[in-house]
């Protein structure tokens, strides 16, 4: 019977230690499948890191590339802030063509509402005084400038010479122009 007692806790310690090992390899596995969801958690969130990454840097090339594209576009337009610049132009070209110039109306309104979130169209009406070729030369002037600028209406009288009958050719004009430009909101 000894011989069976030194064997039988041999079996027990044996069964313990073999339960021991199960329950430490199911508690081992169980961990490192704790660890793995973490571990592709942490992946898929790198990789959406990584890809948005590279979007957002296509999108700033992108930019870059396009951005001289972009101010040539906006040269042909008024800025928002622009519009005492832009009559202060209009009168230099005036006064640079040699006529006498004033702005009597501005005013700007929506063109339409598929461009008015962006957009709106600036008119003037000015009024000039000089010689024909002075007129001309406004004009030409003002259909030169880089903002796409157009004439909507223009009226010239000849002025008459003091005693109000004209002498020959008349040597000074008044015009009065009507333009617009779109300008940016």
């Known amino acids: ?31 490192l499948l704790g660890e793995n969801d973490q571990v592709d958690t942490l992946n898929q969130q790198a990789a959406s890191y990584v890809q948005t990454n590279a979007i957002l840097s296509s999108l700033q090339s992108t930019f870059t590339k396009t951005d001289d594209d972009a101010k040539a576009i906006d040269s042909h337009f008024v800025p928002a802030n622009g519009v005492v610049d832009f009559i202060t132009e209009i009168e230099s070209l005036g006064k640079d063509s040699g006529l006498s ?37 406004f004009i030409g002037m003002v ?7 157009s004439i909507d209406g223009a009226s010239l009288d000849a002025l008459k010479d003091e005693e109000g009958v004209s002498a020959g050719a008349p040597t000074h004009w008044k015009g009065e122009f009507q333009l617009s430009v779109l300008k940016l909101k």
Do not use: C
């Not at 030194?6 to 596995?29: E, H, M, N, R, W």
């Not at 709106?120 to 002075?134: H, I, K």
């Open 1 to 31: 019977m000894k011989l069976f007692a030194g064997t039988k806790k041999t079996i027990i310690v044996l069964g313990v230690l073999l339960i021991a090992l199960v329950a430490g390899y199911v508690f081992a596995f169980r961990f």
């Open 101 to 137: 110039l004033t702005v009597n109306n501005v005013d700007a309104a929506d063109i339409d509402k598929a461009s008015s979130a962006f957009e709106e169209r600036l008119s003037l009406r000015v009024e000039t005084e000089g010689t024909w070729a002075d007129t001309e030369q």
């Open 143 to 149: 259909e030169n400038l880089p903002v796409g600028i």
